[in-house]
Structure formats: structure tokens, C-alpha cells
T-cell receptor, first 110, second 116 residues
Framework: NAGVTQTPKFRVLKTGQSMTLLCAQD?????MYWYRQDPGMGLRLIHY???????AKGEVPDGYNVSRLKKQNFLLGLESAAPSQTSVYFC?????????FGDGTRLSIL | GENVEQHPSTLSVQEGDSAVIKCTYS??????FPWYKQELGKRPQLIID?????GEKKDQRIAVTLNKTAKHFSLHITETQPEDSAVYFC???????????????FGQGTILTVHP
């Protein structure tokens, strides 16, 4: 039972490039979330999903898109990366509470 | 929306001392309050949580207290050990069983350092 798995673990992008972060969970959770973590600002919700085929905006959604085509997977996309998107990205899943987190993706935009 | 304030931002204690971290929240509808511990380079992990129908909850050396009237809750760690050194986050959920879909609003985090 792997829990929540995020890929990749690290990535360096140039400004303007695009990429997709993958989150997979094997706990049959309905809800999935994407957060970004920046120093001194805690975890901020980017987008979330309450079930397969659904997505919704969180606190800081601008510059990101998401998709949940399968219940176990939640994808976070950056269409045109900006230096302000340099951060550590965490995915989480739950059946309401508590949330279980993945190991994170450290993303640097140059 | 919900706003969660966490204090202090850094806390340094000697091994064996107690540590207290405090959080306040703004949404009186919040009724679920988890605490997460995050070691350097690792994922946040739930260490204890409390629901609004309970005033205090303990688990070995850690405890959480909740004051709904004042809208604040606190994490208490007794007999601290060096391995307690980490970043601790509080969070609040406005409706643990309803339409909030389990969303959490996090505090800014407290860096706890326990000196041997």
C-alpha cells in the first residue's frame, strides 16, 4: 500500500515551459488536493477534486490547471511556467478527513 | 473564507521542556482541527486532531486543546525530545462532514527546535 505517490520528485524548468505533475493514490479516496508550500506561508490550496471528472479552484489557482480523469489520479499542469511558481508542491487525498500527503515535488523555474 | 493564524513562527526549547503552539481561526463554523508535523524534506504527517465537540485530546506526550468561544486551539508537547524538532502546522476545516469537501486552511507553521 503506497498511499499517495507524486512524480517527479524534482524538476527544473525554464520560464515559459510547460509540465505536468502526477499524483496517484491507492486508498480509494474520493477527494484529492494540490497544495504549494512556500517559506513562511504554510500550505496553500491550488485546486481540488471531489470525485472522478470534477475539479474546483482553491485559494491560489492562477497559472495552474488540473484534471481527474481517473479516481486514483490527479494531474497538475503548468502551461507556461513562471519564476513565481518555484515552490514545493504537495498532493493529498482523503475521504473528508484526515488528509494524507505525498512526498512532494520540488519545482524550480529559472 | 477561513483564516488561520499560528504563533510563534519559531520556538526553541531544551530537551525535557514543554512546547506550546497556538492557532486562532476566523470561521466560527470550523469544527475539525488537525495538527501536522513536517520533518525537513519530508511530507506533512498528521500527529493529532480534534473535533469541535471535544475540548481536549491527548496522545502520549502530545495534547490539543480547543476553545470554541475564543476560536483558538493549541498544541502541547511535554517532555520534548530532539526528534520532536520539525515544522508544525495547524489547520482548520469549516465543515468536516458537509460541503467543504475536506478542504483545510493551514497556519503559517512553527519551526520547533529541541536542543539536547
Amino acid at each position: 500500500n503506497a498511499g499517495v505517490t507524486q512524480t517527479p520528485k524534482f524538476r527544473v524548468l525554464k520560464t515559459g515551459q510547460s509540465m505536468t505533475l502526477l499524483c496517484a493514490q491507492d486508498m480509494n479516496h474520493e477527494y484529492m488536493y494540490w497544495y504549494r508550500q512556500d517559506p513562511g506561508m504554510g500550505l496553500r490550496l491550488i485546486h481540488y477534486s471531489v470525485g472522478e471528472g470534477t475539479t474546483a479552484k482553491g485559494e491560489v489557482p492562477d497559472g495552474y490547471n488540473v484534471s481527474r480523469l481517473k479516481k486514483q489520479n490527479f494531474l497538475l499542469g503548468l502551461e507556461s511556467a513562471a519564476p513565481s511558481q518555484t515552490s514545493v508542491y504537495f498532493c493529498a487525498s482523503s475521504n473528508n478527513q484526515p488528509q494524507h500527503f505525498g512526498d512532494g515535488t520540488r519545482l524550480s523555474i529559472l | 473564507g477561513e483564516n488561520v493564524e499560528q504563533h510563534p513562527s519559531t520556538l526553541s526549547v531544551q530537551e525535557g521542556d514543554s512546547a506550546v503552539i497556538k492557532c486562532t481561526y476566523s470561521d466560527s463554523a470550523s469544527n475539525y482541527f488537525p495538527w501536522y508535523k513536517q520533518e525537513l524534506g519530508k511530507r506533512p504527517q498528521l500527529i493529532i486532531d480534534i473535533r469541535s465537540n471535544v475540548g481536549e485530546k491527548k496522545d502520549q506526550r502530545i495534547a490539543v486543546t480547543l476553545n470554541k468561544t475564543a476560536k483558538h486551539f493549541s498544541l502541547h508537547i511535554t517532555e520534548t525530545q530532539p526528534e520532536d524538532s520539525a515544522v508544525y502546522f495547524c489547520a482548520a476545516n469549516p465543515d468536516a462532514g458537509g460541503t467543504s469537501y475536506g478542504k483545510l486552511t493551514f497556519g503559517q507553521g512553527t519551526i520547533l527546535t529541541v536542543h539536547p
